[in-house]
């Protein structure tokens, strides 16, 4: 993608897909963490205006996708039984 010129659109799609994927996670501190990191990187480049550092950092932040994507499916295959405890608080709080 580095030849190409990316649109807004895609930037858009590329982080709400971080962002759906991170919530995959069962773990309360993995899910905020890969959050956080989404959130962040993404405020970290909304300043450049470069065509070719858009299409590097969105490049990167497919590589980043597919990252959490496969550790999205082998942290459900070894998720701890135990609740975390900002996990049991969040649960009592909506009840």
């Keep these: 993608m580095a030849s190409t010129s990316v649109s807004r659109p895609q930037i858009l799609s590329l ?15 993995i899910r905020q963490y890969s959050r956080r990191r989404a959130v962040d990187g993404f405020r ?7 065509p070719s550092s858009i299409s590097a950092a969105f490049s990167d932040g497919e590589s980043q996708l597919q990252v959490v994507k ?9 998720a701890p039984e135990v609740r975390s405890v900002m996990e049991t608080y969040l649960a009592g709080k909506r009840s």
């Design 70 to 78: 496969r550790q999205a499916v082998v942290y459900s295959l070894y």
């Design 44 to 50: 970290q480049n909304g300043g450049l205006t470069d």
């Design 15 to 29: 982080y709400r897909s971080i962002l759906r994927t991170a919530r995959q996670f069962t773990d309360y501190n």
